[in-house]
């Protein structure tokens, strides 16, 4: 999961607008399979004795206005597991971890067909992926990890939204890669949380962008779990999404990221 130039440029971009964009309080939403509105499901239990097959996790967000004319989108998730430390199987951010190819990111659903409530922002145009990844980001905890992601459209034509619409914003795909034999890595069995945290919906004029963070059902749908995701706990707190709430970075952290 290293930066490319692309993606670094585009999330500055991104970020640099956010801060001094409107502040909502909902609209995020992840599940396991689909969409939130779509009947995705919060939990994924595995048994952890294949390599393999693979579980997608999809993000969205319920649009908090009529937006004109969308741009970009800027993500943060964050997942913590029940451990000391992020185990082998759930290192994917630097070449030379365990499984350094096991989490792809995709700005498409993978079955369009399935998706009958929750339409993609960008019309199937976006693209994008993963601009860092970072282990114990803030001190808040060895078993912790910061995903940052960016999307954009290179398509010229308006991109608005509706209010209340749930959108489709990414889809990762975890394989099951090294989950068992020679060379498997240990942690499958742990329990996760995952937290989608915030979302910056960044429009051509920068006034009109939006934060949104929080669950977009008001209650719970901005996190899913794996293996049930009990006993997840950090310098944040303890459960799920207790460990992951939903925190602001300040812009001098976000600015650090860069140099």
């Not at 801060?19 to 969409?35: E, F, I, K, P, V």
């Not at 995709?106 to 860092?132: E, M």
């Not at 970072?134 to 001190?139: C, D, K, L, P, V």
């Not at 942690?187 to 919906?201: D, K, L, Q």
Request: with cysteine.
């Amino acid at each position: 999961m290293r930066h490319s130039r692309s993606l670094r440029h585009a999330l500055a971009i991104a970020l640099v607008v956010a801060t001094s964009a409107h502040a909502d309080t909902l609209g995020c939403n992840l599940r396991w399979d689909r969409c939130y509105g779509d009947g995705g499901v919060q939990n994924r239990s595995f048994a952890c004795d294949t390599n393999l097959g693979s579980d997608t996790m999809v993000g969205s967000f319920v649009s908090p206005a009529d937006m004109a004319d969308v741009a970009s989108l800027e993500a943060n998730l964050e997942f913590s597991t029940a451990s000391e430390a992020v185990p082998g199987w759930w290192q994917f951010h630097e070449p030379g971890t365990c499984r350094p190819t096991s989490l792809s990111m995709s700005t498409t659903p993978l079955d369009v067909n399935a998706f009958t409530n929750c339409p993609d922002w960008s019309d199937l145009s976006a693209t994008g992926g993963l601009a860092d990844a970072t282990i114990n980001f803030n001190g808040y905890g060895a078993n912790t990890v910061r995903l940052l992601l960016a999307t954009a459209s290179p398509v010229p034509a308006p991109h608005p939204l509706q209010l209340a619409q749930e959108y489709f914003t990414f889809r990762f795909t975890l394989n099951r890669q090294k989950t068992v034999g020679i060379g498997a890595c240990e942690g499958c069995a742990t329990p996760v949380c995952i937290v989608f945290n915030r979302i910056g919906i960044i429009e051509n004029v920068p006034a009109d962008s939006r934060w949104l963070s929080g669950p977009g059902n008001g209650t719970d749908s901005d996190y899913v779990t794996w293996q049930g995701g009990a006993g997840v706990t950090t310098a944040l707190g303890s459960g799920c999404p207790a460990a992951s709430p939903a925190k602001r970075a300040t812009w001098s952290a976000v600015k650090s990221l860069y140099r």
